[in-house]
């Protein structure tokens, strides 16, 4: 399940929103013009890292890049993204 709420808003409950935000899900960051600016992505696993295998690691990982996806609405990559934020 995907949430959407205000920066403002996310920046006051941070610690409580990632604290709830199960693996994978997104909460969808906007601006007070409600104009979207980021995508929160949880990575918090229900269980200790130690407890994973290798391949649960690497399902869980790929899960998420699936979700990230579907959820990503730029016409450009993130690898282009990221590229450009570098420059």
Request: aromatic letters at 4%.
């Amino acid at each position: 399940m995907s949430t959407i709420m205000l920066v403002e808003t996310a920046v006051n409950q941070l610690q409580d929103l990632l604290a709830q935000l199960p693996l994978g899900e997104t909460v969808t960051l906007l601006n007070a013009r409600g104009e979207p600016l980021a995508l929160l992505v949880s990575l918090r696993t229900s269980s200790s890292p130690e407890a994973q295998t290798a391949k649960d690691w690497r399902a869980e990982w790929e899960d998420l890049a699936q979700k990230v996806s579907a959820a990503w609405k730029s016409e450009k990559s993130a690898i282009e993204t990221l590229i450009e934020m570098r420059r």
